[in-house]
C-alpha cells in the first residue's frame, strides 16, 4: 500500500510540472483520436443498418386464401368491336369501317404493351364523346367479361357460378377478373363503403387446400401465340397485404394445360427494439403507417402513390388505372405519352419509399401439366371440355409449418452507449470520466501558459 502511495505522489508531482504535462496531453489526445475513430465506426455501422433478420422456429398456422386475378386477354375480341361500333353514332367525317380497323388502339390506355398513332386515338375519343362514353366504360365494353374468360368453377369442392366468384374491376394493368381481392378504387369512389372494412384482412379459409381450393376453366379460344403480352391471359396471386389496384407478376396462362398454384407466406416479426426506433433509422415502415391514399403501408404501394404525384406534376393528369382523385382528369391521347414516362424507378426511391418492416413473403410454387386429348379423366369437373381451347387452373392454400423470421436491432440505443463506453475504456484503462479529466488538464495547462510571462515560460 505504501509503494502504490510513493507511485501515485510521484505521478501527481511529474504531472505538476510543464514539461510532464505536455507528454501526458500528448499521449492522452492520441488515445483520444483513436478511441473517436473506433466511435465513428460504431456509429456508422449503427446508422447504415441497425437491424438484421433472424430465423425462428416454424410453426403450424392456417395460410390465409390469397386474391386471385385473371386477366383477360389485352387485344380486344372480334365479336365484342363489332357489337361495340354497332352502337356508336359517328360524327362526320368518321364511320364505323375506320372505327372497328383503329378501335384496338384504346387498349393503348390500360396496357404500356399496346402500341399506337396518336391521330387514331384522339379520332377514337372523339367519337367516344360524341357518344358521351368515357375510356373507362368503353374498355369495360370491349374486354373480355369473367363469364366468357371463366366457363367453369370449383370452389371448396363445390361447382358454382363464376360470377358469385370473381368481379371485374379496373387495375393499374387494365381489367381483371378478381377473386377474394380488395380494390382501393373501389372503395374510393362508393362513399358507403368507406369505413373500417378499407383495412380488414381478406376472409380466411381453413379448407383450401388441392382438394379444396379454387379450381377454373379458362377460355382461351382467343389466344394467339404472336404476342403473349397481348393475346394470353394472365394470373396474378398476392396475399392480404396488397391491394389488387396493383396486382404482382403475373404467369400467362398457356392454352392445352393445367396450371396448378400452391399458395404459402412466411411470416415476418418485428422486435419491439425494432419498432422503436426512428423511422429513418430503422430503413422500413410498419405496415400500420398508412399513406395519404393507401391505409396499409406498402412499398409498391409508396411508389404508385410517388408514380401518380409524378404523372399530375409532370402531365396534369392520371392513367386510367390510377387511382381517381377529385378535381384531377383522366389523361387524354395526347398526354398518353408523357402519363407512360411518369414512371418511379424502384432504385432511386429507395430512401422515400422503404420496404415493409412486417409484410409477409409471399411464396408462390407453379406447376404446369399438358392436357392429353385422348385421355379419360376421373374428375367430373373435366367432362365436355375441348382440352385444346382451355386450361385448367388450381390455386390451393399450402397449410405447412411456416418460416418465421423476426427483425432485430443490432444494439439499442441504451447499448450503443454501453459500447462507446467500452471503447472509452480499452483506449484509457477508465471510464468516459477520463474525456472530462483530459479537458481539465488542456484548460489548466492553457491558463497556465497564458498566464505565465513568456520569459518564463518553459522554466516550470
Given at each position: 500500500m505504501h509503494l502504490v502511495k510513493q507511485t501515485q505522489s510521484h505521478a501527481l508531482k511529474n504531472l505538476a510540472r510543464s514539461k510532464h504535462r505536455w507528454q501526458w496531453t500528448l499521449i492522452l489526445s492520441i488515445l483520444l483520436i483513436c478511441s473517436i475513430v473506433v466511435m465513428w465506426i460504431w456509429i456508422e455501422r449503427y446508422l447504415e443498418n441497425p437491424t438484421y433478420i433472424v430465423r425462428l422456429e416454424a410453426s403450424k398456422m392456417d395460410t390465409q386464401f390469397p386474391a386471385v386475378m385473371v386477366f383477360p386477354e389485352v387485344a380486344f375480341?372480334?365479336?365484342?368491336?363489332?357489337?361495340?361500333?354497332?352502337?356508336?353514332?359517328?360524327?362526320?367525317?368518321?364511320?364505323?369501317?375506320?372505327t372497328r380497323k383503329v378501335i384496338p388502339q384504346l387498349a393503348a390506355f390500360f396496357s404500356p404493351d399496346v402500341t399506337y398513332k396518336l391521330t387514331d386515338l384522339e379520332n377514337i375519343q372523339s367519337i367516344l364523346d360524341y357518344n358521351s362514353?368515357?375510356?373507362?366504360?368503353?374498355?369495360?365494353?370491349?374486354?373480355?367479361?369473367?363469364?366468357?374468360?371463366?366457363?367453369?368453377?370449383?370452389?371448396?369442392?363445390?361447382?358454382?357460378?363464376?360470377?358469385?366468384l370473381f368481379e371485374m374491376t379496373l387495375t393499374a394493368y387494365g381489367f381483371c377478373c378478381i377473386f377474394n381481392g380488395r380494390s382501393l378504387r373501389r372503395y374510393m369512389m362508393n362513399e358507403q363503403l368507406q369505413d373500417k372494412n378499407l383495412t380488414v384482412a381478406q376472409k380466411l379459409y381453413k379448407n383450401s387446400d388441392f382438394a379444396n381450393g379454387l379450381m377454373l376453366v379458362i377460355n382461351q379460344s382467343q389466344a394467339?401465340?404472336?404476342?403473349?403480352?397481348?393475346?394470353?391471359?394472365?394470373?396474378?396471386?398476392?396475399?392480404?397485404?396488397?391491394y389488387i389496384d396493383l396486382p404482382g407478376n403475373g404467369t400467362p396462362i398457356t392454352p392445352g394445360t393445367e396450371l396448378s398454384a400452391s399458395y404459402s407466406t412466411d411470416g415476418l416479426k418485428v422486435d419491439e427494439e425494432t419498432v422503436n426506433l426512428n423511422k429513418d433509422l430503422r430503413r422500413c415502415r410498419m405496415s400500420y403507417e398508412s399513406l395519404q391514399y393507401f391505409p396499409i403501408y406498402h412499398k409498391k404501394h409508396c411508389l404508385f402513390e410517388r408514380e401518380m404525384k409524378m404523372a399530375v406534376s409532370l402531365c396534369g393528369c392520371l392513367k386510367i388505372g390510377h387511382l381517381q382523385l377529385p378535381g384531377v382528369p383522366v389523361c387524354r391521347a395526347q398526354n398518353l405519352l408523357c402519363a407512360r414516362q411518369a414512371t418511379v424507378s424502384v432504385g432511386k426511391c429507395d430512401n422515400i419509399c422503404p420496404m415493409t418492416c412486417d409484410a409477409e413473403q409471399d411464396r408462390v410454387t407453379l406447376?404446369?401439366?399438358?392436357?392429353?386429348?385422348?385421355?379419360?379423366?376421373?374428375?367430373?369437373?373435366?367432362?365436355?371440355?375441348?382440352?385444346?381451347?382451355?386450361?385448367?387452373?388450381?390455386?390451393?392454400?399450402?397449410?405447412?409449418?411456416?418460416?418465421?423470421?423476426?427483425?432485430?436491432?443490432?444494439?439499442?440505443?441504451?447499448?450503443?452507449?454501453?459500447?462507446?463506453?467500452?471503447?472509452?475504456?480499452?483506449?484509457?484503462?477508465?471510464?468516459?470520466?477520463?474525456?472530462?479529466?483530459?479537458?481539465?488538464?488542456?484548460?489548466?495547462?492553457?491558463w497556465t501558459w497564458i498566464s505565465t510571462p513568456r520569459r518564463f515560460r518553459g522554466y516550470n
Open positions: 375480341a372480334g365479336h365484342r368491336i363489332e357489337s361495340f361500333v354497332k352502337q356508336l353514332k359517328y360524327p362526320p367525317g368518321l364511320n364505323k369501317t375506320y362514353i368515357d375510356i373507362e366504360t368503353a374498355g369495360l365494353n370491349l374486354t373480355e367479361s369473367c363469364e366468357e374468360s371463366i366457363t367453369r368453377c370449383r370452389w371448396q369442392g363445390d361447382i358454382v357460378k363464376c360470377s358469385q394467339k401465340p404472336f404476342d403473349v403480352d397481348i393475346s394470353y391471359k394472365w394470373l396474378s396471386i398476392h396475399g392480404s397485404q396488397g406447376q404446369t401439366y399438358d392436357l392429353d386429348p385422348n385421355s379419360s379423366p376421373y374428375d367430373s369437373f373435366y367432362y365436355d371440355l375441348d382440352f385444346s381451347k382451355i386450361t385448367i387452373v388450381r390455386v390451393h392454400a399450402w397449410n405447412r409449418n411456416r418460416k418465421m423470421f423476426s427483425r432485430k436491432p443490432y444494439f439499442t440505443r441504451f447499448q450503443l452507449f454501453a459500447q462507446l463506453g467500452g471503447v472509452f475504456s480499452v483506449f484509457f484503462g477508465c471510464s468516459v470520466l477520463s474525456i472530462l479529466e483530459l479537458a481539465m488538464v488542456i484548460r489548466r495547462a492553457f
